[in-house]
C-alpha cells in the first residue's frame, strides 16, 4: 500500500486514539507494532474489537516511517470523507427512479488510483464508490487532490465482506459485472444497461477469485498493443463511459 500520508493524517498514540474513536472520528486503518503489550494497549485492543476496526500489525520500522513523533506502538490515519450505509444510498437511487451504478474497488491500494477512479465515478452519474475495509487504499488528503474534489460529493461506502456485499447487489436486483483479463468477453459486446454494480481489481491481483466467481458478468477492454494490461483508474474510466454510452443510445 502506498503511504502517502501527511502528518495531518496521522493519529499517533494510544490514548489520543482511543479519544478519537470515543468521540466518533472516522479511521481509515490503525496500524499496531507487533507484539505490542501492556494495559493501556489492551484496553484499546478491546475497543478495535468492539467496534470492528480495521488494523494490521506491523514492526516498529513500518511505524517509524509515518513520523518521528512518539507514537506509542500505534498510528491511526484519519479519512478525509465520512462512509455511509451502502443500503440507504441503494435504496435511495431505487426512490428516485433511476437505476443504481454503483463502483466497487476490490483491494485497490493506491490513493492516486483511488481519487481517479472516484473523479470518474463522479463525472459519469455513479451513485456510490464501494471499498473494503481493509487491504484498500487510505481516504486522505493526496486521494482527495487526486479526485480533483470528487470525493466531496461521491457517497463512499466501506464494507468489511466484499462476498456479502455482492450477495446483498444481486439480490437486490443490480447485476455484478467485474473488469479482469481473465475472460474472452469484451465490455463492448456486453449489456451494461440497467442496475449495475462495476468491480475493478486491485493493481497486482486484479478482482479476487471468488468475487469473479460471483460475478453475473466477467468483461475485458481490448488490448490490441504489446502490453497486456491498463492501470486501473484508466480502464475504470473505459469501462463507465462505455456504460454511459450505453445508457444513453
Known sequence: MTNSNTEADLLCGIRPLLEAIEAGKELDKIYIQKNLQGALFKELWGVIKEHKLPYTVVPKTRLDKFTRKNHQGVIAT?????SVDLKEVVQATWEKGEDPLIVILDRVSDVRNLGAIARTADA???HALVTTMRNSAAFNMDAMKAS???????????ESNLNETVTWLQ???IR??????????LS????????????MGSEDKGVA????????EVVKLPMLGKVGSLNVSVA?????YEIVRQRNL
Request: hydrophobic fraction near 40%; charged fraction near 20%; include cysteine.
Open 78 to 82: 484519519i479519512s478525509v470523507v465520512q
Open 124 to 126: 459519469v452519474g455513479a
Open 148 to 158: 480533483a474534489g470528487a470525493l466531496n460529493h461521491l457517497p463512499v461506502c466501506k
Open 171 to 173: 439480490m437486490s436486483g
Open 176 to 185: 455484478v459485472v467485474s473488469c479482469s483479463e481473465k475472460t474472452d468477453q
Open 188 to 199: 463492448y459486446d456486453t449489456d451494461l444497461t440497467g442496475p449495475l454494480a462495476l468491480i
Open 209 to 216: 477469485p471468488e468475487r469473479l466467481k460471483a460475478s453475473d
Open 236 to 240: 475504470a474510466g473505459a469501462v463507465l
